[in-house]
């Protein structure tokens, strides 16, 4: 099926990438993924300076300014004829004019891609921690949402061959990062804890929000503390999922703060 | 520049990439960088071996048997009027027929690419150590080619700001693991080292036959080490590079077994 999206600033139904993308070969990239809702995708400054910031961490420039991405946005859920909506933007450092992985050869044209999907709330998932991968504490690549997915993959691909929804990652000193594709947030002692940056995980956006909303402390999460943990919620920018069972045990119900953390439904 | 490649089993001088490739999006696929010596793929064999052995780590199918691969190298180079050259073989998981991580969505089309470029030999290197990123030895990716090459890029980016040519990186332990794209090899007290796979190193090719002819052997290569290497030798599939200096100390010249590693030039 061909569908349209926002292509290096205009919108196209037949969208070609080159095979020579550096996002393609090298993962030299980084992305969001916005929740959009009335047509209003939600948080944009922040979506955009983190893209920014990691762009500039992996030294790939972003000439097109933030009202014409937000107007690259509006055109693509318009085309699309979507209002609830996730919404990609992947910026890479484009096709290379030489091959090999640095310096990746002048002039640098970033590629700059929006892709727009209807908004499917997630179901209630059950959880096991990844056994045959860790995440990178010691990495930039932990803080910043680039193309490296991975890590993520091989261990969401293991929970799935566990039977589980989604996995836990550890990082390499053991103590719990986040989910697949979100941060997680625990219950403990009847108080809430979400591990700190600095164990390899990415500032999201929602779990900024959630941090105040529920509240809860940033802390460390171990193997010891994830055998009694008392409820769990999984956090990103398009929604919240609540964790029904970790490995075989049941955890308990949660109210999410839905519409205090995306507002109210239009 | 229009250059033909081979795309999905055929030549094409027109190749689009989807951009829902899951291969762009998040870096779900491998790869291999074969040496073409004459119009001859050097260790192919091996390198479709271990791109098989990536995929099936990775759940990605590849039905395309290695005859019809080889058949296509040889159209690819002499379509491009090539014969001392690089061949990169990708394979992603295709195009996604949804969003999200897992699962992938049904059916998996996936995406072989081979693209050419003049062999060139690299010329002596000066290295230093990465500063700001690691290698995961825990992580399966770093024993597979896969696309997932962030942190080597960070490591080589780093080392060029800091006006060398490339970078070694340490695993998460602070063992040396490998050079931005290649296997390390190290003289010390007059042997040859190389690290063992264990600490995070991709099983090289050039590196398995180089452990024989040196001869070395497999031991860790910690950083009190590195201060007292007297040589030292990068070697991939496609060359063997000659390091001159670790950070402001020359090293010792070394003679370099190219033509018993690669063949005699035709």
Redo the contacts between chains.
Sequence with gaps: VTET?W?DGRLTEE???????R??????GV?ETIRCRAGVPLWLPDHLARLRHGAS???IPLSLDDRLIARGIADLLAARGLAEA?V?L?L?RGPAA??????PGEPVRPTL?A?A?PLRAPGPVRVTVAR???R?E????SGMK?????????A??EA?GRGFDDALLLN?SGALACA??ANAFVRLDGRWRTPPLRDGVLPGLARARLLALLPAEEARVMPHDLARVEAMILANSLALTPVTALDDRDLGEVRLPEDELYGLPA
Aim: net charge positive; no cysteine; charged share 15%.
């Design positions: 999206v292509l969208p070609a990438l080159s095979p020579a993308d996002g393609f070969t090298l993962a030299d992305f961490q992996l030294g996730a990609r992947t890479t030489q091959r090999g992985l640095w310096p891609l892709t999907a045959i991968t860790r990178n010691h990495s930039p690549l680039s193309l490296n997915y991975g890590d993520n993959l091989i969401r691909r799935a390499t697949s594709v």
